[in-house]
């Protein structure tokens, strides 16, 4: 175990640059984490999980055509000044809140070379520190009174000081949609924390070891960036995470946190037409009408 191992995580990573073509043509000029969720972008949602969580220090990595994420959390002094001339004060502290609970910092990544190019683009940020990584398209909701996601994951780092990716059970018919999971809780630990043997990218359904996928939050040891600099080009001519996190978890211990928490990835259309919905349903200003809507829809 290195010294940097035993810190607690106060920074995290999240990859925001990736070209979004299962959402064209909406991705053209626009950023998929900027898509919203009945008024709010996926991309808030995300970070105000990290920011629930503990974390202090945010780097968003993006691309061309990614000004949008950068000017959302930004002041914006004119239409602050609209809004106090019209009696909105509290709209104010809407559009300011979360850039005002954080420090957030970009940085650009040239070429869409996959998630591990993204995330080895924070090393210099990250120094000898864990750290955590949240997708910028993908939004994490915990049943209700459970911790925030990215949470539950800092608190199995800080159990067993390695590092740990969640996953979620998925149908078996769909594992070849997702990275999946190989490996066994260890003794003393419960069936929902597995010790990682290996991780096997879109297998066949028979293939499959275990029905648990990957779900977009992870907390990594600095030796993460050692393993993404061996990783050659993979499927797609891309970096991939997976398989420097395969190097990883030869190297040293890593675990994966089987959680209950529903995950939406935004980039894919269904997911985001549902996640529309539900929290649509969910919000007191807006369930009953939406609730009235559907009834009506189905009764057909
Ligand atoms: P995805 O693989 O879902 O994003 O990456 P994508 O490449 O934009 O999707 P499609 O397949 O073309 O629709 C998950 C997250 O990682 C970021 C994305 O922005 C997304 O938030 N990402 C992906 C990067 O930052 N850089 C990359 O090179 C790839």
Known sequence: M?????????KAIIPAAGMGTRFLPATKSMPKEMLPIVDKPVLQFVIEEAVESGITDILIVTGR???????????????????????????????????????IFYIRQKEQLGLGDAIRLGRQHMGDEPFAVLLGDTII????????????????????????????????AWVSRYGIVDGQPEDGDGPELVRLRRLIEKPKPAEAPTDLAIAGRYVFTPEIFDCIDRTGRGVGGEIQLTDAMNLLAHQQPMYALAWQAKRYDIGDRVEYAKCFVDFALRRPDTSAAMREHLRRLLEG
């Open 65 to 103: 055509g990614k000004r949008a994420i950068e000017n959302h959390f930004d002041f914006n002094p004119e239409l602050e000044t609209f809004l106090r001339q019209a009696g909105k004060d509290d709209l104010i502290d809407q559009v300011r809140d979360i850039g005002d609970r954080c420090q």
């Open 2 to 10: 290195t010294v940097s191992n035993r810190q607690s995580v106060t």
């Open 141 to 172: 909701d915990p049943p209700a009174g459970a911790a925030p996601g990215l949470r539950q994951l800092l608190d199995a780092y800080e159990r067993k000081r390695s590092s740990v990716v969640a996953v979620h059970h998925v149908p078996k």
